[in-house]
């Protein structure tokens, strides 16, 4: 097994990974830029090293230095955490040469799937449903007419080295199409500097839903579930739940047993996720994300798996010592996301924490760097905290969810926790009636309520 590895990241995945490698007896090194010399993931590793200013860029970003670190320090291996440096294939390389061992799946596999039109073909290839599209880049706007005519509208316009949402436009006849097109290439091109887009049906109702897969290097996977991630606000995650209100057991075994062959025919090795769309009984490939993901804790939650501590072992070459069979699914498991936001205007709020006090009881997880008098950098994500309850039935699970949420006090910052609370109270969630536009509409809703009462006091104070 791996003697040190270092962690190039921040925040709470940054303390996640560091728990994970303590129970497993290895030695962590944490890098930071100036701005995090008193962050907890610093604090609670065994070694830290200072790479480099705030900006992203200048450190978490900053490869060769975080390179040197790994070497200075004598680790074997880094493991990169999500976002930042965690789907880069030259990075994953660089740290190959360097003799040390990338935790994640080979640096060809994350070229493979950071780019999403040879994404999507390995995925037909691999035996993955997908949504119909193009073939592979739309280049010209006549072929974007005749793709938008052969599939029929509406159709949506994504960048191919598109992430985090962005770029990405619908249209609903010609005449949208037309217009759209040059926007979508624009956008691409400032956002990802490459202007290849590609088009799909655009479906309308439909639902996230993403399997999680653990494979190791000798051809063995399983896959541990599925998490519903329809609540999103501009395509970001805000809520996620396993399992899924919208699959029955015959289900989740059905599209399991096709991604763990889909991953098989890949030769994919590492932790991973494929994301789909859900809509009327059926599941369409969107990508696959090759690294852990933020919502990877409510899957632990249902199957009691450490997936961290299975993507070190994986890494390090181990076999899967679980087959299928020794996967089990059991309870209900919600994590909200908690941001240093306004919770109406999602205008960030950093700065000091002054008091904090986390829930705590039975089945209540909640995984955070932050602690009373930590001071917020403005430089990084808003997410300050992650909260996940488990309960042996849905609705005790949200009965937790609630008295967590009610229990939670951060002060100093404004949070998201109220949005949580509003969104649980809603009867649609209770029922998990809700597929990836309802959050929109709600919040949509809740800004009509409020303009009309503004409104209407204004009224009766005259
Ligand atoms: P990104 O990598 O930018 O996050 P994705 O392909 O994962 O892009 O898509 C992000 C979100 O955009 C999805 O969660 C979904 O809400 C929406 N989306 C993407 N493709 C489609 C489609 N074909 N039909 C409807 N919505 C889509």
């Known amino acids: ?73 004598g680790a074997d291996a880094i493991h990169p955490g999500y976002g930042f440096l965690s789907e880069n294939a030259d990075f994953a390389e660089m740290v190959e040469e360097h003799g040390l061992t990338f935790i994640g799946p080979t640096p060809k596999m994350i070229r493979l799937m950071g780019d999403k039109i040879t994404a999507k073909k390995s995925a037909i290839e691999a035996g993955l449903p997908v949504v119909p599209g193009s073939k592979g880049s739309v280049d010209t706007i006549e072929q974007a007419i005749q793709t938008a005519h052969e599939i029929g509208y509406p159709i949506i316009i994504k960048a191919s080295a598109g992430g985090g949402g962005k770029g990405m436009k619908i249209a609903f006849n010609d005449e949208e199409l037309k217009e759209m097109y040059p926007i979508a290439r624009r956008e691409a091109k400032s956002n990802f500097a490459n202007d290849i887009v590609y088009m799909e049906k655009y479906l309308q109702n439909p639902r996230h839903i993403e399997i999680q897969v653990l494979a190791d290097t000798h051809g063995n996977v399983v896959h541990l579930g599925e998490r519903d991630c329809s609540l999103q606000r501009h395509n970001q995650k805000v809520l996620e739940e396993s399992p899924s209100p919208a699959l029955n057991k015959e289900q989740r075994q059905k599209i399991g047993s096709i991604v763990c062959n889909a991953m098989k025919n890949l030769g994919y090795s590492s932790v991973g996720t494929i994301e789909f769309l859900y809509e009327n009984g059926e599941f369409y490939f969107m990508e696959m994300n090759t690294r852990i993901q933020v919502e990877h804790p409510v899957t632990e ?78 430089y990084y994500d808003s997410m300050i905290a992650k909260l996940i309850v488990f309960g042996r039935t849905r609705n005790s699970c949200l009965m937790r969810l609630k008295r967590a949420l009610e229990e939670f006090v951060i002060e100093g910052v404004q949070t998201t926790i109220p949005l949580h609370q509003k969104i649980i109270a809603q009867p649609d969630f209770i029922d998990g009636q809700y597929n990836i536009h309802w959050l929109e509409n709600f919040l949509k809703k809740q800004e009509e309520i409020k303009r009309e009462e503004e409104t209407s006091s204004q009224s009766g104070e005259k």
Request: hydrophobic fraction near 45%; glycine fraction near 6%.
């Open 1 to 73: 097994m791996f003697e040190k590895i270092l962690i190039a990241n921040r925040g709470e995945i940054a303390l996640r990974i560091n728990r994970a490698c303590h129970e497993m007896g290895i030695k962590t090194v944490a890098v930071h830029s100036t701005a995090d010399a008193d962050a907890m993931h610093v604090r609670l590793a065994d070694e830290a090293v200072c790479i480099g200013s705030p900006l992203a860029k200048d450190s978490y970003l900053n490869k060769a230095a975080i390179i040197s670190a790994a070497l200075i320090t």
């Open 301 to 378: 939650m249902v199957t009691g798996i450490d997936i961290i501590q299975e993507q070190i072992r994986v890494a390090n070459g181990a076999v899967l010592d679980l087959t299928q069979e020794d996967v089990h699914f059991d309870g209900f498991a919600i994590e909200c996301r908690i941001n240093a936001e306004n919770p109406e205007t999602f205008i960030p709020s950093a700065g000091k924490v002054t008091t904090w006090h986390a829930p705590g009881g039975l089945w209540v997880r909640v995984d955070s760097e932050v602690y009373a008098g930590y001071v917020i950098p403005p």
